[in-house]
Each structure stands twice: as C-alpha cells, then as structure tokens.
C-alpha cells in the first residue's frame, strides 16, 4: 500500500459537498437495481399503447373517438407514474441530505485507510466499511464513493489526498481489494 494512503485523513465536508453526496446517493438510491422495471418498462408500455390506439384509430377498426380516448388514458397513467416517480427521487434526496448533514455537523472526521478496509470516526459518528464489501467504487464530482452491497456509502472528498497521483492509488487499491478490476489490472497493482 502506498506510504501516502497509511496517514489518517482529517477532513470536514463543506456545504457543496454534502448537497452534492446527498444528490448521488438519492439518484443511486432511487434507481437502485429495477431500472429497467421502474423507468423503462412504463415507457415502453405506453409508446406500445399509443401506437396501437393510434393503428387501430387510423384504420378505423374502433372509432376514433375510442382511439382517443385510449391515448388520453394512456397519457394520463404514464404522467402519473412519473410523478410518482419524482415523488420517490425528492424523497430519497431528502432522506440523504440529513444524513449527510448529521456527518457534516459531527465537525471534522478522520478516514483511516488499511488493507482491509477503510474507517470513519468524528463527533459521535464511528462508522467502517471493509472493502470486501464494496460493489462499487466511484469517482465522481471532486468525491469518491465506497457503495457498499448494502447500507449508506462511504464517501470522502479527493482534496483530502495530497495529489491526483495518491487519488488515482486509493481508487486502485479499494477496486483492487472489492475485486472490481479485471484480473490483468489487479495483476499490474499487486506488482507495483
């Protein structure tokens, strides 16, 4: 493990941090794993349902008042899915946002880095997260997040490392331990 990573990193998030961790975690939250289920499922339904009400409107199979009918009630179940979808990311943004504002008023938290995972303690918050069970690890936004297979994510912000160079060798490290990279570039790290 690279010397840079074995210090403790101390770290407060700032207000722009915590809003945009809360947003990511709600957007993973609410997509969750039944994308296809959830949000494209409806869509399809309802482009079918419009298609075939407007075939059958056209050839004059039903009358057409029927077919439009049809349309109307098709348009109106989607945009209520949809809002009720919206309802599902609005609420999931703000369950996150008061987590993520609990850890940013525990003040300043210390991140510890080993082999087997990393640990967060601050204020009255004491959390661990080992990388084993890790299924993702993502850098995005000027933040990393740990999403763990289960439960809230660890999340730390990249200018707590020294470089882009001690970044690049924490991603490493954490997708190499949560077995993410192919086997080639695990490889190539545990030579290094």
Do not use: C
């Amino acid at each position: 493990m690279n010397a840079a990573l074995q210090r403790p990193f101390t770290f407060e998030f700032t207000a722009d941090e915590a809003k945009i961790a809360a947003s990511r975690m709600a957007l993973r939250q609410a997509l969750g794993s039944d994308l296809t289920k959830r949000h494209l499922a409806p869509l399809a339904a309802f482009v079918l349902a419009l298609t075939f009400a407007a075939i059958l409107g056209l050839t004059e199979l039903v009358s057409r008042r029927y077919a439009e009918m049809a349309i109307l009630i098709s348009a109106a179940a989607y945009l209520s899915h949809r809002i009720l979808t919206r309802r599902r990311f609005a609420a999931a943004g703000r369950e996150n946002a008061d987590a993520i504002e609990a850890l940013r008023t525990a003040g300043s938290v210390t991140i510890s880095i080993d082999e087997t995972g990393i640990g967060l303690k601050g204020g009255s918050i004491s959390a661990n997260w080992r990388f084993a069970d890790v299924q993702d690890v993502e850098d995005a936004g000027g933040m990393i997040y740990l999403w763990p297979n289960t439960g809230q994510p660890a999340i730390l912000p990249t200018r707590i490392f020294s470089d882009a160079e001690t970044v690049a060798d924490f991603l490493n490290l954490a997708r190499a331990k949560a077995k993410i990279l192919s086997r080639r570039d695990r490889a190539e790290f545990d030579d290094d």
